[in-house]
């Protein structure tokens, strides 16, 4: 079955994600008979390239290596050049639009339009951008319902560890009370970086470096990137309308070099923790850094990775643990998505009776 894509920004996590598809191409044809083209990448600065029989994703990645831009993709019969993101979405024969331009953490744009238009145009998206899912999903939720269209965005949460995937499908049927964890990549690298001894400054300049950090990167230090997620997670797991200006928010700008010493020599740690409390009728929810000892759950969670702990009346409390940013593993995110999507669509042609429900076979994307 094939796959039409445009890719809508061509960063780390579009580049990520155009590899994988090169690389596993033949994995993904054999093993779940999913065939995915990539017809158009559209990036503001980068260029903008439209093939609707595909476009060579070698070419790709070695133009925008080399030159940092794809003006250079060689010239072939029936390739568009130019259409910006709005024209690739209507104009172009991709069934699935993966999303992955900046987060603008004021007002999710121009990511929410992007949706809007291409649910409206019957596609498909796939995103890892929180700005759509924490700002506007009631809206969009409900426009991809009516257009009978797929949305996807795993990635938007610890990035290819599936925080939502998971309590959906495999937590279903308990009553979740609190979420809590690590969910910023950056930040926690930069925490485990100037506990070794690295300034603030050295600690982001390398998350940045390794693709981890959002592209202004206060949306990461002042905690807002976290807060997207949590919000995110109330929405999408507990089903509770939480917006952005409930939530208590302190991101880890203001820790100094004495402070994380003093953390240390105390046999303690600094975390940046994001919280979500159901009380009664209501969500109690805050991101903040917290100085943690060194036996709590969370203390050894280093790195870009990130945890999460989900508190279930039947299963108890469940941790997943994962990567929470990166080039291959926000890559993923997406591949795991469009999995979903194929599977999906694959269900509805085929009929899903009798599948064994624990096989891919029948497992559906939300
Ligand atoms: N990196 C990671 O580990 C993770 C990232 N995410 C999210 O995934 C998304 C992508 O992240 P990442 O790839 O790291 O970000 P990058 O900044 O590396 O890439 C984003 C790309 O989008 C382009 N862009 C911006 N606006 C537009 C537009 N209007 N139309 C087309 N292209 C546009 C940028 O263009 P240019 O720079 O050329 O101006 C840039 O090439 C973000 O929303 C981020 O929050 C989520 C999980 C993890
Ligand atoms: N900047 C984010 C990227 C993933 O969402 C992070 O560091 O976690």
Redesign the pocket.
């Known amino acids: 079955m094939k796959h039409h894509i445009a890719i ?9 994600f155009a590899e994988i598809i090169q690389n596993k191409k033949r994995q993904l044809k054999e093993q779940f008979g999913l065939d995915a083209v990539i017809v158009a990448v ?5 260029g ?1 390239l439209y093939h609707p029989e595909g476009l060579s994703i070698e070419n790709l990645l070695k133009v925008v290596k080399e030159t940092g831009k794809l003006d250079a993709y060689p010239d072939q019969k029936g390739l568009v050049r130019g259409l ?2 709005f024209e690739t979405i209507r104009n172009s024969n991709a069934n699935t639009i993966v ?5 603008d953490v004021k007002t999710g744009q ?2 929410i339009d ?1 949706c809007k238009c291409a649910f409206e145009h019957r596609r498909n998206v796939i ?5 759509p899912v924490a700002l506007a999903y009631p809206q969009l939720h409900a426009l991809a319902q009516k257009m009978q269209v797929q949305w996807g965005y795993e ?2 949460v ?2 290819g560890t599936p925080a939502l995937r998971m309590p959906i499908t495999s937590l279903a049927g308990n009553d979740i009370s609190e979420i809590q964890g690590i969910l910023n ?1 950056t930040t926690n690298y930069m925490l485990t970086r100037m506990e070794q001894g690295f300034s603030y400054e050295e600690a982001l300049k390398e998350a940045q470096a390794l ?5 202004d990167p206060t ?1 990461d230090v002042e905690g807002f ?1 976290a807060l997207y997620k949590i919000v995110i997670l109330s929405n999408v797991i507990l089903n509770y309308p939480l917006k952005i200006t409930d939530v208590q928010c302190q991101g880890i700008s203001h820790l100094t070099k004495n402070q994380i010493e003093q953390a240390k020599a105390e046999g303690k740690t600094w975390k940046l923790i994001a919280k979500l409390k159901k009380e009664e009728d209501n969500i109690i929810a805050s991101v903040k850094p917290e100085m943690i000892a060194l036996d709590h759950p969370l203390a050894n969670i280093t790195g ?1 990775t990130n945890a999460i702990t989900y508190t279930c009346d039947l299963a108890g409390p469940i941790t997943l643990i994962g ?5 291959v ?2 890559g993923f ?1 997406i591949l795991i998505d469009l999995i979903n999507i194929h599977r999906t669509r694959k269900s509805v042609e085929e009929g899903a009776c009798g599948k064994d429900i624990i096989t891919e076979e029948n497992v559906v994307s939300r």
């Open positions: 809508l920004g061509f960063g780390v996590v579009g580049q990520g559209s990036d503001v600065m980068k903008s910006n993101s999303e992955v331009t900046f987060t121009p990511a992007h995103m890892s951008n929180k700005g990635g938007s610890m990035s990549g693709g981890y950090a959002e592209a949306s990137d870009a990567a929470g940013a990166g080039k593993e926000t995110s």
